[in-house]
């Protein structure tokens, strides 16, 4: 399977998913759902299952956005914590959340039931470790507003790790699984009773008229009565991509000398924080470690991310070697909470899930069961909570705004010079920068055979300049998270087309 990165993540060692279907449908659809990761899949199904008439389209195929690059870990014990939401919102919020997300875990494990799915589903216990006094106090906190919305935490006396920690707590039914199997064979199941899936199939926009919704693609237009977006983040420019800030985490899957893989799953209070659990891929077992967060477009060094990880699990394990290293991206919600529902300054029958942090099995999943109750009975317990239209004062909000990149204002007209350029740039093979030629700017990159290639920097999104992923080897976008392949091919949303590509000529 493909996914959007230079670097192959555990879980792709898959057949691609092949779709029954490869044109649209000629009818009217009940619902279109843009994206095919965890969000996109299990709400198509759970409306086909409701007895909407549904299509899911997605721009490359099926698990090739962060579904395909998640730890996959499966938890209660949010990235927010409770008691931060308490703070933000209130003590119903905090509850309501801590009944979500084991309504979601409730969900994986009800589908994998009913359709058989061997994705290596199993429940786990969670560890959260602190590793000083600092640490402590908080941990304390967030032990304590757990319990306050009645999840299984306790006070832990020994914690599966070699990694250092003075205090420690535990929280019993958190889960595991492979995402990919999963969704795999909820594609299928989705298919099997009516749903279309269409590959290859980039949405270019939608006119409404009287509720009726026509959506544009690269493959025609279909119409419908409802669209949602589950593209992990909404394409165009919304005010969502100014309330959720692009992160880059990072993750290996190493082989371990002995068999000291840890049975549980384990987390620091680091800032960044790290991150550990085992599992088992078709006979092999793997220490899977992640972390290293930074903002997308933020990192000169991005390859440095993994050395960092890499160092930091071979101090505690005994690692023999490192099998598998990958990256993938999020988004960080402004106030801590997901935005699900309607999405602003959209026609009432447009939805949208986003801004999941790093919860997305969970709130992907939660996502599902929220936008199917808003679609079929027009309401939902969690709609006004998550609900996408929420104002509410944000701290975090000027942080989101002040930390965007500068504009690009240099367009690139006619053709450019492969000989100057090279001489301007000076890159070696695999190398990649941003260069100032003759009064422009120029997105350059140099492949391993030799052969220059060449990208307007200007991200079609809002114009700001991207920045080179040397782990990733793609174009990203600091401001909101659009990535792009070396040859300016879209990777990741909210833009919804290429880089723009310079002519380059011998001379």
Known sequence: MKRDGFNVSLWQGRPAFIPKNTTLPAGKQDVVIVGGGITGITTALQLQKAGKKCTLIEAQEIGFGTTGGTTAHLNTMMDTPYYEIRQKFNSE?????????????????????????????????????????????????????????????????????????IKAMQIQEQAQFHPLDYILALAQHFEAIGGHIIHDCRMTGFSEEDKLLTIQTSKGDVK??????????????????????????????????GDNYPDALIYDLDDPYHYFRTQEVDGERYLIAGGEDHKTGHEENTHERFKCLEAYVRKYYDVDHVAYQWSSQYYEPADGLPYIGHL???????????????????????????????????????????????????????????????????????????????????????????????????????????????????????????????AEKSWDCPCHGSRFSYTGELLTGPSSSDLEKIDLREE
């Open 224 to 257: 419908a009565d409802a669209l949602i977006y589950a593209t992990h983040i909404p394409p165009g420019v919304n005010m969502l991509h100014f309330l959720c800030a692009p992160y880059r985490t990072y993750a290996i899957a190493v082989k371990l000398k």
């Open 93 to 165: 919020a905090a509850d309501k959340i801590a009944r979500l997300s084991e309504s979601a875990i409730t969900l994986i494990r009800s589908n994998v039931k009913e359709y058989g799915i061997d994705c290596s589903l199993s429940t786990k216990p969670g560890y959260l470790c602190a590793k000083d006094d600092k640490q402590a106090d908080l941990l304390d906190k967030i032990l304590q507003s757990c319990q306050e919305v009645h999840l299984p935490a306790t006070c832990a006396t020994s914690v599966p790790t070699p990694t250092p920690y």
């Open 344 to 470: 602003p300054g959209n026609p009432d029958n447009v939805y949208v899930a986003t801004g999941f942090g790093g919860n997305g099995m969970i709130y992907g999943t939660a996502s599902a069961v929220i936008l199917t109750a808003l679609i079929t009975k027009g309401e939902s317990e969690y709609g006004t909570l998550l609900s996408p239209d929420r104002v509410k004062p944000m701290a975090s909000m000027g942080n989101v705004m002040k930390e965007g990149a500068t504009v690009t204002k240099d367009m690139i007209t006619g053709w450019l010079s492969i000989p100057k350029l090279e001489e301007a740039a000076g890159l070696a093979k695999g190398e990649a920068k941003v260069v100032k030629y003759e009064g422009k700017t120029v997105a350059l990159y140099k492949d391993n055979n030799g052969a220059l290639h060449a990208v307007n920097p200007a991200c079609p999104h809002i114009k700001c300049s991207v920045g080179w992923n040397n």
